[in-house]
Nanobody, 121 residues
Framework: QVQLVESGGGLVQPGGSLRLSCAAS????????MGWYRQTPGKQRELVAT???????NYADSVKGRFTISRDNAKNTVYLQMNSLKPEDTAVYYC???????????????WGQGTQVTVSS
């Protein structure tokens, strides 16, 4: 089994910054693509940013130039640096990882428990 543990959410004023972290732990595995998604009440979960193992990145248009996704492959950890935060960035942020199990070669989709980000004055 693999667990994704997120941290770094909280309350921040507009224009402020937060850094989210998500660490994958558990059975012997390799984390392939990792990413962040967010969801607000009554809306579908939406992509924020993804990063491949080779560090190729993809961002939602709404966060380009403000958010930066990065990862540490040795630690199986993905980060999301969020700058110039806006009230519309308020959401529950979820970490996602495509996990490859060395034992059987299978790749599976895992999600974190979510961390609340609130941007408000």
């Amino acid at each position: 089994q693999v667990q994704l543990v997120e941290s770094g959410g909280g309350l921040v004023q507009p224009g402020g910054s937060l850094r989210l972290s998500c660490a994958a732990s558990g059975s012997i595995f390799r984390a392939n693509a990792m990413g962040w998604y967010r969801q607000t009440p009554g809306k579908q979960r939406e992509l924020v940013a993804t990063i491949t193992r080779g560090r190729r990145t993809n961002y939602a248009d709404s966060v380009k130039g403000r958010f930066t996704i990065s990862r540490d492959n040795a630690k199986n950890t993905v980060y999301l640096q969020m700058n110039s935060l806006k009230p519309e960035d308020t959401a529950v942020y979820y970490c996602n990882a495509q996990i490859l199990f060395i034992s059987n070669g299978g790749e599976y989709d895992y999600w974190g428990q979510g961390t609340q980000v609130t941007v408000s004055s």
